[in-house]
């Protein structure tokens, strides 16, 4: 059971916009700690995707946007591609486990 | 840029201990935490803890007991070892830099990461 809450897939087809929830307590995403996504491909090294909770490394297009509200937060894809086809989990702070924690990862499929 | 490399047994029997080292190249380890994060086959990425380059460490409170994670910045190197391992254990070990959050290191968030090394813990 993962501190933080993400549903277990998604779909959506190409061109499409779609979101993918993280939902955490008063002790991580509630406290003001902030959220983290990371896209991870099978077999490859997972990628920061988002920071600080809206912000984009350098290279990540702008179809991928974050968002933070109250205890949950969200990533939201548009225009999707195929290519978009990955596991997608966020990360916070957890003030009573003192620790990171990541959400149990969502799996996009790209119709 | 920075980039990391898992290095390590493959196969480590239960009840023995797992010993992974990660190599840093391209940059400097000061003034960064170190962190070491796991992926059990079919399951989700977990959290397993950081060091500090100066020393100080923090870990998962559910592999407290078993965890040491030590930096050498001599050999730009940090190291994970977990000890009384069980086939629970078995996963693909990631490390990572951790850094990023401004004055409160609790917002930090990782990146970059190693490709990963799968360790099996079997007999």
């Known amino acids: 059971q993962s501190v933080l809450t993400q549903p277990p897939s998604v779909s959506g087809a190409p061109g499409q916009r779609v979101t993918v929830s993280c939902t955490g307590t008063s002790s991580n995403i509630g406290a003001g700690f902030d959220v983290h996504w990371y896209q991870h491909l099978p077999g490859t090294a997972p990628k920061l995707l988002i920071y600080g909770n809206i912000n984009r490394p350098s290279g990540v297009p702008d179809r991928f946007s974050g968002s933070k509200s109250g205890t949950s937060a969200s990533l939201a894809i548009t225009g999707l591609q195929a290519e978009d086809e990955a596991d997608y989990y966020c990360?916070?702070?957890?003030?009573?486990?003192?620790?990171?924690?990541f959400g149990g990862g969502t799996k996009l499929t790209v119709l | 840029q920075v980039q990391l490399q898992e290095s390590g047994p493959g196969l480590v029997k239960p009840s023995e201990t797992l010993s992974l080292t990660c190599t840093v190249s391209g940059g400097s380890m000061s003034s960064y935490f170190w962190t070491w994060i796991r992926q059990p086959p079919g399951k989700g990425l977990e959290w397993i803890g950081y060091?500090?380059?100066?020393?100080?460490?923090n870990y998962n409170p559910s592999l407290k007991s078993r965890v040491t994670i030590s930096v050498d910045t001599s050999q730009n190197q940090f190291h994970l070892k977990l000890n009384s391992v069980t086939a629970a254990d078995s996963a693909v070990y990631y490390c990572?830099?951790?850094?990023?959050?401004?004055?409160?290191?609790?917002?930090?968030?990782?990146?970059?990461w190693g490709q990963g090394t799968l360790v099996t813990v079997s007999s």
């Open positions: 990360q916070s702070y957890d003030s009573s486990l003192r620790g990171r924690v």
């Open positions: 990572a830099r951790d850094s990023g959050g401004g004055r409160d290191s609790r917002n930090n968030y990782f990146d970059p």
């Open positions: 060091a500090y380059y100066g020393g100080s460490t």
